[in-house]
């Protein structure tokens, strides 16, 4: 049971440069989530989608970008990183907009 | 907007004893979920228990059960007969149910050890 893949799991990045976190769920749920998490603290919602095509801003979306093509990928552009982006990235994805959020692995960004 | 907070930043509990961990919340809704998210050192978030408001029995989940206070927008986790496996960090989290899609909100967590 794959449920929710994360790629990478850890990356370093140098200020100014872009990547893409990826995210894929094989659930066939509509709902997907990006997190962040920095160190000490909870998680903070940076983007979500509720289907192919629909995408909304979260509570700390500035610096990044998402893409909703298809139901089951949601990646998280970063572009121009910088250090207050090293933080933990987490995506989730729900079946309804009430249901269980099931989390990936994660992926541990740095940014130097 | 709602808040949740985590007053423990760290507890700890002997091996077979039973711990409890506090959560607080502030919503003006009357429709929500609740959580318990654990979250081991391979920071995987494993989904621990779940409550919806609207039911006045407690949730439980073999070893986990919680106490639901909604009057006073409380919801603790009781762990019965620690184990060496329930060493991880603790996350509360809240998630409207009347808007469709809602984020969750999280506390800042507790971090449980247990000790052998």
């Known amino acids: 049971n794959a449920g929710v893949t994360q790629t990478p799991k850890f990356r370093i990045l140098k200020i100014g440069q872009s990547m893409t976190l990826q995210c894929t769920q094989d659930?066939?749920?509509?709902?997907m989530y990006w997190y962040r998490q920095d160190p000490g603290m909870g998680l903070k919602l940076i983007y979500y989608?509720?289907?192919?095509?629909?995408?909304d801003k979260g509570e700390v979306p500035n610096g990044y970008n998402v893409s909703r093509s298809t139901t089951e990928d949601f990646p998280l552009r970063l572009e121009l990183a910088a250090p207050s982006q090293t933080s933990v990235y987490f995506c989730?994805?729900?079946?309804?907009?009430?249901?269980?959020?099931?989390f990936g692995a994660g992926t541990r960004l740095s940014v130097l | 907007a709602q808040t949740v907070t985590q007053s423990q930043p760290e507890m700890s509990v002997q091996e077979a004893e039973t711990v409890t961990l506090s959560c607080t919340y502030d919503t003006s809704e009357s429709d929500y979920y609740l959580f318990w998210y654990k979250q081991p050192p391979s920071r995987q978030m494993i989904l621990v228990i779940r409550?919806?408001?609207?039911?006045?029995q407690n949730a439980t989940e073999n070893r986990f059960s919680v106490n639901f206070q909604k009057a006073a927008k409380s919801f603790s986790l009781k762990i019965s007969d620690s184990q060496l496996g329930d060493a991880a960090m603790y996350f509360c989290?809240?998630?409207?149910?009347?808007?469709?899609?809602?984020?969750?909100?999280f506390g800042e967590g507790t971090q449980l050890t247990v000790n052998p």
């Open positions: 409550q919806e408001a609207y039911k006045q």
């Open positions: 989290a809240y998630r409207s149910a009347e808007t469709s899609g809602s984020r969750l909100t």
């Open positions: 659930m066939n749920h509509n709902y």
């Open positions: 989730a994805s729900s079946s309804t907009g009430y249901g269980i959020q099931y």
């Open positions: 989608s509720v289907g192919a095509g629909i995408t």
